[in-house]
């Protein structure tokens, strides 16, 4: 499944160590380490073919919504239809009208963690597109199709504080598609579009509080039919709601109805045209198609192309889900020092694993961790400490390292948007070390507390409490997993811990893998003494599924992270 990409050397994936890690053979004191030469190498990814879209078939259910249809956010080609802007497992943002990554955005300059199509804004012939990436840059990108790199504006920074964005449509009848944007704490507010490309959005306008309750937020246009852009949300019971349009943008949603439950099955939810939803299921990577009543209600769901077909991809555009991005697998080293890596698929497993190198023993003895992304690529990083250097992606960091018995890269935990550091002492006292973002510098050590030498594992990669912010686990010698919320605050960087449940000493090795399924939920791994991998699925706040067997052989690592 995975295979050599020669565009993408060094910049977009983290599937093997850049040239300047080291080898297993020890050096003199106070030499450095011979350093091999290693290129890097992405998932392979096949975007899937263009499917008719139901609108292309005469497909519209009801006469309200066919009476007033909201133009396409996403028409890239200029058929009239709705098209598929997607991120891939491979770091490239796609479309289905295309089998070439589409040149929307350079991937050295940070991923695109978020895509919000917002129809054309500015006169033209073809749809702009807003771009989030890791480190909270907004980016929109002129009459973007598939086949052109379009003019690009800055919009601005910050925008890391949302862990949602997304478009409704056309809030206030101008014409021009607006966005919505939840912080993490669940507060909803409104950017009016101004039809300025250059400064696209006016001044936020609070819709108000208790959003937080929704894992899904899915702008859809107008689905009644009255002219007014609409809203679905998904609460985390699976159930589906449906906010009609107001037309006032003060107050843009009238009060909520229930349109069923049943929802939780799918990872990503996203807008069709004419009030009609999509939905990808998370066992499958099979797509099915909603069509609109006219009223908000939905008829019954029609499976949308071969089962299976949109497998790999990461994040759809205007997909309601918090987007994730910073680790997207596994490495485990066998016991001649060799590192295989297992690449999350989108469906809850793991891609058949790879040699890194290629070169049998070369960790052998080496203390290196698997953190989440430190770069701008956003995909994991590997970190070696060697006679007291700490280096990652073979980038020299600093001495002194060797007082640390555990290195964690769960990602940003000060909200800035960078990956940071954890290092726990032989005391027991854990600090934290804000990156810069570009994985060649730390900052001073913040002392997070002590008391950490309880612990036997201390791991994290992603979201486990459903608000966008990254948070730490924590297995204590007993079995005890507890959870740390992060607060995005560096010098307090966690909630008071939460226990998770007892019994977790039957595994022995936990790995964070980052988001298996592809739903913005971080996920867990666990090795039985038996060798037998299991897997566990964030779901709620709080709360993983059960146990699922993912399969034998897994007691051959002595490290799996």
Not at 38 to 63: I, N, V, Y
Not at 228 to 246: H, I, K, M, V
Not at 325 to 335: M, Q
Not at 530 to 536: M, S
Request: hydrophobic share 35%; proline share 6%.
């Amino acid at each position: 499944m995975f295979s050599g990409r020669g565009r993408r050397v060094a910049a977009c994936t983290a599937l093997a160590l850049s040239a300047g890690m080291l080898l297993a053979t020890p050096a003199s004191a106070g030499e450095p380490s011979p350093r091999p030469s290693a290129e890097k190498h992405a998932p392979s990814f096949t975007p899937p073919k263009q499917l008719p879209r139901p609108g292309q078939e005469g497909a519209r259910a009801g006469a309200a919504a066919a009476d007033s249809v909201s133009p396409p956010l996403s028409d890239l080609n200029g058929d009239g239809i709705g098209d598929f802007l997607f991120r891939a497992i491979d770091g490239e943002l796609y479309t289905d009208v295309s089998d070439e990554p589409f040149e929307l955005y350079r991937a050295e300059k940070g991923i695109a963690k978020d895509v919000i199509a917002i129809g054309d804004q500015g006169g033209g012939t073809e749809p702009e597109v807003l771009v989030v990436s890791e480190d909270g840059t907004l980016t929109l990108y002129q009459d973007a199709d598939p086949t052109g790199t379009p003019y690009e504006y800055r919009v601005g920074g910050g925008w890391q504080v949302y862990n949602k964005i997304t478009s409704p449509g056309d809030v206030n009848a101008d014409g021009r598609a607006d966005v919505l944007a939840r912080t993490m704490d669940g507060h909803l507010y409104l950017y009016l579009a101004t039809g300025n490309l250059a400064r696209p959005l006016g001044g936020r306008i609070s819709v108000g509080p208790g959003w937080h309750v929704y894992d899904q937020l899915v702008g859809l246009g107008d689905g009644n039919g009255d002219g007014r852009a609409d809203l679905y949300a998904r609460d985390t019971s699976g159930t589906l709601w449906w906010y009609a349009g107001t037309g006032v943008s003060a107050r843009p949603f009238a009060a909520r109805k229930v349109i069923g439950g049943g929802w939780g099955v799918y990872n990503q939810i996203m807008p069709g045209d004419d009030g009609s939803l999509f939905a990808r299921d998370s066992k499958t990577d099979t797509m099915y198609y909603y069509a609109p009543r006219g009223n908000g209600t939905l008829a019954g769901r029609q499976q949308f192309g071969p089962a299976g077909a949109f497998a790999g991809i990461a994040q759809f555009a205007n997909a309601g889900n918090n987007p994730s991005t910073g680790k997207e697998g596994v490495i485990g080293r066998d016991s001649a020092g060799t590192l295989w890596w297992y690449g999350n698929n989108t469906k809850g497993g793991l891609y058949p694993r790879q040699d890194l190198f290629g070169a049998p023993g070369l960790f052998k003895g080496i203390n290196y961790a698997h953190l989440s992304s430190m770069t701008p690529d956003g995909l994991s990083d590997v970190s070696v400490v060697y006679d007291g250097v700490l280096s990652i992606e073979g980038e020299d960091i600093g001495r002194g390292w060797q007082v640390y018995n555990s290195i964690v890269g769960p990602g940003d935990l000060s909200g800035d948007g960078k990956g940071d550091l954890l290092a726990r002492d032989r005391s027991g006292v854990l600090y934290l070390y804000k990156g810069d973002g570009t994985g060649t510098k730390l900052s001073s050590r913040i002392r997070v507390g002590s008391g950490w030498g309880v612990y036997n594992t201390i791991l994290g990669a992603g979201d486990y409490t459903g608000d966008g912010r990254n948070d730490l686990l924590a297995r204590t010698t007993g079995g005890d997993l507890y959870l740390y919320p992060g607060t995005g605050n560096a010098a307090s960087p966690f909630k008071a811990r939460y226990r998770i449940g007892g019994g977790w000493n039957t595994y022995k090795r936990l790995a964070a893998p980052g988001d298996l399924n592809a739903d913005g939920k971080g996920d867990l791994l666990a090795i039985a003494g038996n060798g037998d991998l299991f897997r566990y699925l964030g779901t709620k706040p709080n709360a993983f599924s059960t146990a699922t067997r993912v399969g034998p052989g897994y007691q051959i690592y002595n490290t799996f992270s």
